[in-house]
């Protein structure tokens, strides 16, 4: 077991003085952005849901009220268990609750920053400037989504990063360590599924490192180093619901669930495929309008192009990215890269076909994975890397404060089918009018 945790970073050596300060400082600034913007937005979210069709307003007033199982134990069980447990030594210093959730959320996204850093230093990476360019796309970690409005994100980001750091070094030690390398495996299987389903794709990081070394395994070796995970594949999704469903109600919830946004339609619908890649691959990385919207469509495309300091960050991002990638496919972390790609693509496919109206929110599960699986070229050219990383934060940031981010009749004009209807603009404005008359 030491030996597997001792290889976590290279040669075995530990995070010296200057990661710990990098560290420090990178959580202090990650910690006091994302609450600043979390209190910022509890205002607007009352009044409007204009983050790309999030659950944002149903998850503020769950944590608002302390009914953590409201963020929804089926789908994000791991987001319930860590934020009423971090929400807790804030409420016990005297912070109210939503305000205790403020901080448990940035405390969340905290740590994924810190695990992107420690990733990097474990595939010899500059990482401050490859955090900061996780940080800087339109829905990446930070500037959009995840450190300013309250969703799960965070709790699935830090969950797939700790699963890319330890998946190889399971796979790599499946001989000498039979048993407790496919328990890691395992175990950090049921993570992924327990943080998000669809994070379960990035099991493939492990069997793709797994595969080279295949031949190296007997039969038995071999079946629980690749059964094992598999095993809790099925179990991940499945438990929360039974947990939190019982088992009448559980068996039948996930066919109810995709029923309601799933279709393989999708598949053969123009429109809908132009609108989810345009979203998946192009505005999730550079913002297309000057504020925010509950949903981009393809005429944004045209706003995006009249824009062009945001072409130039949307090229140099992807330039870099496509070189960080190349390079890394080239280099010793080849099986990594490999499994963060096909994870990708495998994402990308499901996202398509179970609710592609809502692609930009679901993105940072591909935006910050494209990031680290460029990680070893990344490390090659960290000066440009930084810089394209305050580029497209030059051009990230200002729609968060424009005022018609926070007007229900700009910011959600065409509401995502999707969409319920208690988390509709309007719905929500009547409903505090309503509170307040009381």
């Not at 300013?148 to 709790?155: A, F, M, R, S, W």
Request: glycine share 6%.
């Amino acid at each position: 077991m030491r030996k597997v945790l001792a290889s976590v970073l290279p040669e075995g050596k530990s995070l010296n003085g200057r990661d710990a300060l990098a560290l420090l400082s990178l959580g202090a600034v990650v910690f006091a952005v994302s609450y600043l913007r979390l209190e910022a937005s509890r205002e607007a979210l009352q009044v409007n849901n204009c983050i790309f069709g999030a659950d944002a307003a149903t998850y503020a007033k769950a944590l608002a009220t302390e009914q953590y199982t409201g963020i929804k134990v089926q789908k994000h069980a791991l987001a319930v268990v860590m934020l009423g447990l971090l929400a807790m030594p804030f409420k016990l210093a005297g912070l109210a609750p939503a305000v205790a959730g403020s901080a448990a959320l940035a405390t969340v996204n905290t740590l994924a920053a810190a695990l992107i850093y420690v990733f990097g230093r474990a595939n010899a990476c500059a990482s401050l400037p490859s955090v900061a360019l996780a940080l800087m796309a339109f829905s990446g970690l930070g500037t959009a989504t995840l450190l300013g409005i309250t969703e799960t994100y965070g709790v699935t980001i830090a969950m797939i990063v700790t699963a890319l750091i330890f998946f190889p070094l399971a796979a790599e030690h499946a001989k000498s360590e039979p048993v407790f390398a496919p328990l890691m495996a395992g175990l950090l299987t049921l993570g992924l599924g327990f943080a998000n389903a669809p994070a379960l794709a990035f099991l493939l990081v492990y069997f793709a490192n797994l595969w080279p070394l295949r031949q190296q395994l007997d039969g038995r070796r071999l079946a629980i180093a690749a059964g094992l995970p598999l095993l809790c594949v099925a179990i991940a999704p499945v438990l929360p619901v039974l947990v939190a469903e019982g088992t009448d109600a559980g068996s039948s919830w996930h066919a109810n669930y995709l029923a309601r946004y799933a279709t393989f339609a999708n598949f053969t619908d123009l429109a809908t495929i132009a609108n989810f890649l345009l979203n998946a691959l192009v505005f999730a990385f550079v913002a297309p309008l000057e504020f925010l919207r509950c949903r981009f469509l393809i005429p944004e495309l045209a706003e995006l192009m009249a824009r062009p300091v945001n072409l130039i960050a949307y090229g140099a991002l992807i330039a870099t990215l496509v070189y960080g990638i190349w390079h890394s496919l080239r280099s010793e972390q080849r099986p990594t890269t490999l499994g963060i790609l096909l994870a990708v693509v495998a994402i990308l496919a499901f996202y398509l076909y179970f609710n592609p109206d809502e692609a930009i929110l679901y993105s940072p599960q591909w935006t910050v994975p494209l990031v680290l699986a460029g990680a070893s070229g990344l490390g090659r050219i960290p000066l440009i890397v930084a810089g394209v990383a305050l580029l497209c934060l030059a051009v990230n940031l200002p729609p968060l404060g424009n005022p018609r981010t926070h007007d229900p009749s700009r910011c959600c004009p065409i509401p995502p089918s999707t969409m319920a209807d208690r988390e509709h603009p309007a719905a929500l404005a009547r409903e505090r009018a309503a509170g307040r008359g009381r």
